[in-house]
């Protein structure tokens, strides 16, 4: 099929030196399976057709980064991994083999967490959460989603802080930052890390905490897969798993109310920081309606908390507040997968005319796809997040810092996330470019009133979005100086083209 698509491409005139390179790359590609295929991880090996290698393309979150990569390993140890990375860069000569890696697969933009013509190294088994009573601390394996952590740490009444809805993945999440409904008491959760396990790029397996290789610890606090593959994450617990909170959901008419709730709400989460407040305007094609969901939770198990009083004076239609636990309220607050998506986001500085603006560029975006969406199921939303200065300045990571940047502000902010699904490919053009617009109109008004900030929050960024950029030269230099100290030969640069590369930052 690969053979004829190539085919098909030199009838319909592409340059030649175009084939040649393509069939040299698929001729490779096929050579580090093949090579992966004989070494020790050999029955750990999937290809097209297989069962398990569709189940494992179908459980990406959204549609358009199902690729299909020349074939699947499935590594059930850090030492399966060090084999699969000593196998992939042994193998190709001229043609180094080319790979991405993948955990919970939720990053949203094709090619971040998987590859078309090369191996994905697909982290899902890889899964299990074991609690050490002991030391307060869970050991987490990258290829576990947080309901299963959340589940399995519910027994002991602790929590660690991680994904809102249950089946985002740990990996990708806890190399990016990770925000939680815990953020504004103990951090974000990439500061509560207290050892990483990696392989590196020569297959060395190491552990990176406060006491060993400390600049690889403080890189990979927001560097993503600049360095190498994250085998396993011990996390610092907190105690109580029991919370009180759920989805209220608005008329899209209470906009105007919302919006002086939430700029009150965001000054005032460091007098109350077991408040955590979501908002997300949803326009749904199907109902041709807009509505507003707001998940509040309170990190405590207290009802109808103050920090909250403004948004219970707003009129609502529905809402599930109760007692609950992490994993429940994790359970309930989903978004539908198999739908194609793209995430833009930026932050600012705490403002209601940002806020406005916001959902004013919401509603042209809607009017301007409805004429031109060929699909008949599609949603446009802005979600809303507080983005408070205490989610960096409480909590400093035990004197090692990450590399995110955000110490060098001093200000309340809100982080504004684009979210469009639409269910035809056909109109991928047209959301991805309505989308971009969105994003690129709301910065150049916040930049006209001086409410812009540069960070960019990686978990969310768009291919189209450079957030290591963000991330403040200095903190560049620092990831790109670990890189090297690490990879000297570049491998996660190259070989793995996936994700924020800080070569391209
Ligand atoms: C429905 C939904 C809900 C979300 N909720 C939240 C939320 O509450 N809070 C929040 O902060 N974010 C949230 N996110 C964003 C989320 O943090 C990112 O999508 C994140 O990438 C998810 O991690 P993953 O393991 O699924 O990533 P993947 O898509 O598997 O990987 C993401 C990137 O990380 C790299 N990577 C993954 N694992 C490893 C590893 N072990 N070693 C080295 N590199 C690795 C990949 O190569 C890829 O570039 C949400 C996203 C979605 C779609
Ligand atoms: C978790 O890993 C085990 C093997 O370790 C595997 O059988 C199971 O399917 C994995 N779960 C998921 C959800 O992938
Ligand atoms: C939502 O409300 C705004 C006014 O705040 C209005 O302009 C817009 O048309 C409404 N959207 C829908 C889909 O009704
Ligand atoms: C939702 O509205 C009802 C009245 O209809 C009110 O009693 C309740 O407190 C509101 N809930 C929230 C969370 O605002
Ligand atoms: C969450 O709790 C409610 C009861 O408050 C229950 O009905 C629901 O089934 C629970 N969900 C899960 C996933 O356990
Ligand atoms: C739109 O709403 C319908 C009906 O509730 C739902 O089935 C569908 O998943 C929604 N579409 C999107 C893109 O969220």
Known sequence: MRFNSTVAAALLGLAPEYVLANLLSEGSAHQCCVALSSSDVGNKVVYPGNAAYETSVGSYWAENVQLEPTCIVQPHSADDV???????????????????VRSGGHMTWAGANNIDTGVTIDLSMMNSTVYNKEAKT??????????????????????????????????????????????????????????????????????????????????????????????????????????????????????????????????????????????????????????????????????????????????????????????????ELQQADGYRDVFLTSTYLNNANVLKKTIDILNEKILAAKPLAQGKDWSIMVIIQPWPKILWQRNQNNGVGNVLGLDRFDENMLQVLYDYSWDSEADDALFQRLCEEAMAELDDYAKSIDKYNEYIYLNYADKSQNPLRGYGAENIAFIQEVAERYDPDGVFQTQVPGGFKVSQA
Do not use: M
């Open 82 to 100: 060090s084999t699969v990375v000593q196998t992939l860069t042994s193998t190709g000569g001229d043609s180094p083999c080319k790979f991405a």
């Open 138 to 331: 869970a050991s987490i394996l990258p290829g576990a989603r947080w309901q299963s952590v959340y589940k399995t740490l519910e027994e002991y009444n602790v929590i660690v802080p991680g994904g809102r809805t249950g089946p985002v993945g740990v990996g990708g999440f806890l190399l990016g930052g990770g925000n939680s409904f815990h953020a504004a008491r103990i951090g974000l959760a990439c500061d509560n890390v207290e050892n990483y396990e990696v392989v590196l790029a020569s297959g060395r397996i190491v552990n990176a905490n406060s006491e060993t290789n400390v600049d690889l610890f403080k890189a990979l606090k927001g560097g993503s897969n600049n360095f190498g593959i994250v085998t396993k994450y011990e996390l610092k617990t907190t105690d109580n798993a029991h919370l009180w909170g759920g989805i209220t959901v608005y008329e899209n008419s209470t906009t105007d109310q919302q919006i002086p709730a939430l700029v009150k709400f965001i000054d005032n989460i460091e007098n109350d920081p077991y408040a955590s407040w979501i908002g997300l305007w949803q326009y749904n094609s199907t109902t041709d309606k807009t509505l507003i969901s707001s998940p509040i939770d309170y990190t405590k198990p207290v009802a109808y908390p103050e920090a909250f009083n403004d948004f219970y004076q707003i009129p609502n239609i529905t809402s599930s507040v109760r007692h609950a636990t992490l994993y429940n309220l994790t359970s």
